[in-house]
T-cell receptor, first 112, second 114 residues
Framework: GEDVEQSLFLSVREGDSSVINCTYT??????LYWYKQEPGAGLQLLTY?????DMKQDQRLTVLLNKKDKHLSLRIADTQTGDSAIYFC????????????FGSGTQLTVLP | DTAVSQTPKYLVTQMGNDKSIKCEQN?????MYWYKQDSKKFLKIMFS???????INETVPNRFSPKSPDKAHLNLHINSLELGDSAVYFC?????????????FGQGTRLTVV
């Protein structure tokens, strides 16, 4: 079955860049996503990338996709304390929320 | 004017009880979902539902049942609660099931079974 893996924790200093990594096993994944979960809040879709792309940039966020290695990363430039949250990688075979498979989430802590 | 709201936010109950979690969305979406987030933070889909089709994840015990009184609501009923049901349950909605349209999530309901 599908599997999505992430490291559990990441700490960075305010102002530095954060890079959160994710690997997935399903080569038929068509969409890959990054969600953010702040304490006590639901998941917020940050960005997604279609599998025929290798990079997507949106303001401070850069998503890199290495389809050959099945590796996805999220880079947050100039990380702020408000970026502290859990970041979930997710994949979907057919671009359907019915088939979203999430990773375990990476807890990002931004230190002053 | 929260987009997807769940109640209650916290629920503590004893083993064997029957409980419900409510979910409402005011986005006019036609598809709603329930996800379970376990202690290791993995999120797994339990159900997806629109007015035509209920899709059930085969791993979900039949003690769990979704009930949709109307398009804006998808409630989760759980019978004979077990300790292993303790988790955070997230409701979500989207327009259609394609998820390059955004799925909006509620804030979650933390269920603790004692």
């Amino acid at each position: 079955g599908e599997d999505v893996e992430q490291s559990l924790f990441l700490s960075v200093r305010e102002g530095d860049s954060s890079v959160i990594n994710c690997t997935y096993t399903d080569s038929s994944s068509t969409y890959l996503y990054w969600y953010k979960q702040e304490p006590g809040a639901g998941l917020q879709l940050l960005t997604y990338i279609f599998s025929n792309m290798d990079m997507k940039q949106d303001q401070r966020l850069t998503v890199l996709l290495n389809k050959k290695d099945k590796h996805l990363s999220l880079r947050i430039a100039d990380t702020q304390t408000g970026d502290s949250a859990i970041y979930f990688c997710a994949e979907s075979q057919r671009g359907s929320a019915r088939q979203l498979t999430f990773g375990s989430g990476t807890q990002l802590t931004v230190l002053p | 004017d929260t987009a997807v709201s769940q109640t209650p936010k916290y629920l503590v109950t004893q083993m064997g009880n029957d409980k419900s979690i409510k979910c409402e969305q005011n986005l006019g979406h036609d598809t709603m979902y329930w996800y379970k987030q376990d202690s290791k933070k993995f999120l797994k889909i339990m159900f997806s539902y629109n007015n035509k089709e209920l899709i059930i994840n085969e791993t979900v015990p039949n003690r769990f049942s979704p009930k949709s009184p109307d398009k804006a609501h998808l409630n989760l009923h759980i019978n004979s609660l077990e300790l292993g049901d303790s988790a955070v349950y997230f409701c979500a909605s989207s327009q259609g099931a394609r998820v390059n349209t955004e799925a909006f999530f509620g804030q979650g309901t933390r269920l603790t079974v004692v």
